[in-house]
């Protein structure tokens, strides 16, 4: 759509947006780090996820704001539909559902035609092989200890490489969990993302001292876009790394 003004308020759509049609993005948030060089391309920087500036973004004209459910704000969304802005929230917590909210979005939204890696995505996770049976649980954050409890769209992509999230039937979606709990849970190995927490070989592993520990790239286990393509190799990989 040429001419079209998009602001993206979460990283995966900006990347999504900016591989399939380059020229659409006319703000992205602070969190926003794929594709690089996005300002050269004319995107202004609008603040975080949680607190994007509703009078920068009003200012940019959009004619479009894509945001998501749980990475963005109620309160934002209706300050932006106020101003007269068009909002567009999604709602992704499987690997179908984000498949057929990128199409909704990329095709029924901005009226583009259906990227080739979209189908690609779609292929490589249906060729994914399980590495597993294996039961583990997924910190996603620190000081307090979070965990992927029920209904992810990170513990759907594990369930479909065969780890089975050991929280997943906890009546909260990302419950707290004392770290002693976690560290006497009965599983065969940790995974730890490196976004939102930065867990590193050095922050996160000790915590549960001779316990494998998986550490992934939480670009390709959170993110629904274009990483998606790479998701199943990457992930299958630090998984049998971790072995």
């Not at 029924?108 to 490589?124: K, Q, S, T, V």
């Not at 969990?177 to 940790?190: F, H, K, Q, S, W």
């Not at 922050?203 to 393509?229: H, K, Q």
Request: net charge negative; charged share 20%.
């Amino acid at each position: 759509m040429t001419g079209t003004r998009v602001v993206s308020l979460v990283p995966s759509l900006t990347e999504a947006v900016a591989v399939t049609a380059p020229g659409l993005l006319a703000g992205v948030t602070d969190w926003c780090t794929h594709p690089a060089g996005l300002e050269a391309r004319g995107a202004v920087r609008i603040g975080g996820t949680k607190n994007p500036d509703v009078g920068r973004i009003v200012g940019l004209r959009p004619d479009l704001v894509i945001a998501n459910e749980e990475e963005n704000r109620a309160p934002d969304l209706a300050a932006l539909r106020a101003a007269g802005v068009e909002v567009l929230v999604t709602a992704i917590r499987s690997l179908p559902q984000a498949l057929a909210e990128l199409d909704r979005v990329l095709v029924g939204a901005l009226g583009l035609p259906r990227p080739g890696w979209l189908d690609e995505a779609e292929a490589a996770w249906a060729a994914a092989e399980p590495v597993g049976p294996l039961r583990a649980f997924v910190p996603v954050w620190r000081r307090p200890w979070m965990v992927l409890g029920r209904d992810t769209f990170a513990g759907d992509l594990l369930a479909r490489l065969g780890v089975r999230n050991v929280y997943a039937g906890h009546p909260e979606r990302y419950p707290r969990v004392p770290v002693a709990e976690l560290a006497a849970v009965d599983c065969d190995l940790v995974v730890l993302p490196d976004e939102p927490y930065r867990f590193t070989r050095e922050d996160g592993p000790e915590a549960f001292p001779g316990r494998p520990a998986a550490l992934v790239d939480g670009r390709f286990l959170t993110w629904y876009g274009p990483s998606l393509v790479q998701a199943p190799q990457a992930l299958a990989a630090a998984l049998r790394a971790a072995r």
